[in-house]
């Protein structure tokens, strides 16, 4: 079972930059896709940055051209660098990995982390 351990998130004031990573164990994790997902107060979690095991991309449209996804695959982490922060990026942010590229975006995992809280304020 996939194991997720979130790091990286703070407070930041808009128009700033923050990275956040995730650590990623008990599975082969080069096979694996991975994504990003945010939690805003109040709403639903949504997939941010997906990526596959060969490399292909995708964002969220809120999030397209400010958000990059990577991986590196020696050390079993993921990243989500961020960019030009917004109020509206404000939220808990989790991140999972899936053999299949095609679930994704769905978000129906068994197993998350204990997610990594930005807050983007001035």
């Known amino acids: 079972q996939v194991q997720l351990v979130e790091s990286g998130g703070g407070l930041v004031q808009p128009g700033g930059s923050l990275r956040l990573s995730c650590e990623v164990s008990?599975?082969?994790?080069?096979?694996?896709?991975i994504g990003w997902y945010r939690q805003a107060p109040g709403k639903s979690r949504d997939w941010v940055a997906v990526?596959?095991?060969?490399?292909?991309?995708e964002y969220a449209d809120s999030v397209q051209g400010r958000f990059h996804i990577s991986r590196n695959n020696t050390k079993r982490m993921m990243y989500l660098d961020m960019d030009n922060l917004k109020p509206e990026d404000t939220g808990v942010y989790y991140c999972?990995?899936?053999?299949?590229?095609?679930?994704?975006?769905?978000?129906?995992?068994?197993?998350w982390g204990q997610g990594s809280q930005v807050i983007v304020s001035s």
């Open positions: 990526r596959s095991s060969s490399g292909f991309t």
């Open positions: 999972n990995a899936d053999p299949k590229f095609a679930r994704m975006k769905t978000g129906q995992f068994d197993s």
């Open positions: 008990g599975v082969i994790f080069s096979f694996f896709a």
